[in-house]
C-alpha cells in the first residue's frame, strides 16, 4: 500500500525561524529616543516656532488683505484667470468660516516644503554628479515613496508627541523624493554638448553647475518642487491624526462624526488651495523654461 504524503508534510512551515525585525527595530528607536532625546525636544520647539510664529503673519489684519495679496500674485504668476479664481475661491474659504484653518495648513505646508526643497535639492545635485550616490540612494528614495504615509507617523509620534511636529516631519519625508529625483534628472539631462563646451573652457565643476546645468535644469527642478507641494497637500488629513491642526482636522472630524455638510466644505478648501499653490508653481516653471 502506497502512503502519499504532500509536500507540507515534508517541508515544515517553519523551516526558517523569522527574523526578529520589529524587535530589532522597537530596540533601535528606544536607544534613539534615549540618547537624542535633547535633540529631538529643540526639533520639536524650533517647529512648534516656526509654523506658529509663521501662522500668526499670516493672520496680522483683516483675511481680505491676505486674500487680495495672493489674487495679486498669482495674476502676477499666472495670468488674470487665476487672479480672479484665487479671489473668490479664497473669499469662498473665508465665508465659510476656514479661512484660520487654511491659514494653519498654508504655514504647516510652507514649513514642511521649505525644509524638504533645502534637504531634497543639494542631494539631488550629489546624486547627478556621482553615479555611486545616485546607486545608493534610488532604493532609498523608492523605499520613501511606497512605504504607507501612515508608517511614518508612528516614530515622529515617538520622537516627537501628539502635536504639529510630527505632522511635518511625516510630510517631510514623504514629500521630498520628488524634488530630489527631478533634480537629479534635469542636471543629468543636460545636453553633453554644453557640458563639453564648459570644460574646454576650463570650467571647474561649481562652476559647470552653477552656470550651465542648473539654469537649464531649473524648469525640471521647479517641476519637482510642484510635486512635493501636492505630496504635502495630501498628507494634511493624515497628519491630523497625530494633532496637526488646520483642514485636516476638520476633514478627520466629518468623517469620525459623519457630517458630508462639514467634510464637503473642508474638502472643498483643501481643493482650493491646492489648486491655486498648484497653478502657481506651474507658472513659476514655465516662466523658467
Given amino acids: 500500500m502506497v502512503v502519499k504524503r504532500s509536500m507540507s508534510n515534508i517541508i515544515p512551515d517553519n523551516l526558517f525561524p523569522k527574523l526578529p525585525l520589529d524587535k530589532g527595530v522597537e530596540i533601535a528607536v528606544d536607544y534613539i529616543k534615549l540618547y537624542l532625546k535633547s535633540f529631538f525636544d529643540f526639533i520639536s520647539e524650533a517647529l512648534k516656532w516656526v509654523s506658529g510664529n509663521l501662522a ?11 486674500i487680495v495679496i495672493l489674487a495679486a500674485l498669482a495674476w502676477w504668476l499666472s495670468g488674470w484667470k487665476l487672479g480672479i479664481f484665487t479671489l473668490l475661491g479664497f473669499g469662498l474659504i473665508n465665508n465659510l468660516g476656514y479661512w484660520e484653518d487654511t491659514i494653519t495648513t498654508l504655514s504647516l505646508i510652507i514649513v514642511s516644503v521649505v525644509i524638504a526643497i533645502i534637504i531634497a535639492i543639494p542631494i539631488g545635485v550629489w546624486m547627478s554628479q556621482k553615479n555611486i550616490v545616485q546607486a545608493i540612494m534610488s532604493p532609498i528614495l523608492d523605499f520613501m515613496q511606497t512605504m504607507p504615509a501612515f508608517v511614518y507617523l508612528i516614530p515622529s509620534v515617538i520622537f516627537f508627541g501628539l502635536s504639529v511636529v510630527p505632522g511635518i516631519i511625516a510630510t517631510i519625508i514623504f514629500s521630498m523624493p520628488p524634488a530630489i529625483r527631478m533634480t537629479n534628472l534635469g542636471i543629468r539631462q543636460v545636453d ?6 564648459s570644460d574646454a573652457f576650463g570650467s571647474t565643476m561649481w562652476q559647470r553647475l552653477r552656470k550651465v546645468q542648473l539654469p537649464l535644469a531649473t524648469p525640471t527642478i521647479m517641476a519637482g518642487i510642484n510635486q512635493t507641494i501636492m505630496l504635502s497637500l495630501s498628507m494634511v488629513v493624515i497628519a491630523s491624526l497625530v494633532g496637526a491642526p488646520g483642514l485636516g482636522t476638520e476633514v478627520y472630524k466629518a468623517v469620525t462624526q459623519t457630517e458630508v455638510g462639514r467634510g464637503f466644505e473642508s474638502g472643498l478648501a483643501l481643493v482650493i488651495l491646492a489648486m491655486v499653490l498648484d497653478r502657481i508653481t506651474q507658472s513659476a516653471t514655465n ?3
Fill in 192 to 197: 553633453e554638448e554644453l557640458i563639453e563646451a
Fill in 287 to 289: 516662466k523658467q523654461s
Fill in 56 to 66: 500668526d503673519v499670516l493672520s496680522i489684519g483683516s483675511p481680505f488683505i491676505l
